[in-house]
Nanobody
């Protein structure tokens, strides 16, 4: 069974940077595409970024140019580097995994809180 554990959230001021990490275990990491999602209070969960096994990445328009997703297959970890943070980036950030070639993310982490003050 895949397990995902996020870390790196916190409280920062607008304009600051944070790097989230998601540790993957239980299966062969390179067989999975990874994604980051977020959910703000009172809003639905939304897609942030995803990366496939060969590190091809896609971003939502709201974070493009500010956030960067990467993966380290030797460490079974996916990262989300968040720069130029804005108050509207405040949310719980979730890491998710899906088997290569599949659409649905079957595995989710517990989430990590990111709060950006103005």
């Amino acid at each position: 069974q895949v397990q995902l554990v996020e870390s790196g959230g916190g409280l920062v001021q607008a304009g600051a940077s944070l790097r989230l990490a998601c540790a993957f275990s239980g299966r062969t990491f390179s067989n999975y595409g990874m994604g980051w999602f977020r959910q703000a209070p009172g809003k639905e969960r939304e897609f942030v970024a995803r990366i496939n096994r060969i590190s091809w990445s896609v971003y939502s328009d709201s974070v493009k140019g500010r956030f960067s997703i990467s993966r380290d297959n030797a460490k079974n970890t996916v990262y989300l580097q968040m720069n130029s943070l804005k108050p509207e980036d405040t949310a719980v950030y979730y890491c998710a995994a899906r088997q290569n070639g599949l659409e649905r993310y079957d595995y989710w982490g517990q989430g990590t809180q990111v709060t950006v003050s103005s």
